[in-house]
């Protein structure tokens, strides 16, 4: 009863020899960018002029009595 089988080192190879995942990997990488650049180009497109809830800016004030400005 002898149940091994013999096959040769090229048959029992789990996958085959080439560039194939390498080619979709680096496809698959560049177009990745390609949409990273574009959404940058679209956010910055509709991004507002002037944005709600930003930090406030800081205005001068007249000094009591005089044309210089003093700011807080």
Same mark, same amino acid.
């Given at each position: ?13 789990? %996958?085959?020899?080439? *560039?194939?995942?390498? *080619? ?5 990488l560049v177009l ?7 959404? %940058? ?12 809830? %930003?930090?406030p800016t800081e ?6 009595? %005089?044309n210089t400005p003093?700011?807080?």
């Amino acid at each position: 009863m002898d149940d091994k089988v013999k096959v040769n080192p090229t048959e029992a190879r789990q %996958g085959r020899k080439g *560039t194939h995942l390498l *080619t979709i990997l680096i496809v698959a990488l560049v177009l990745a960018g390609i949409v990273g650049w574009a959404v %940058g180009l679209f956010g910055g497109a509709i991004e507002p002029e002037d944005p709600v809830g %930003g930090a406030p800016t800081e205005q001068p004030v007249e000094a009591p009595g %005089g044309n210089t400005p003093v700011t807080e």
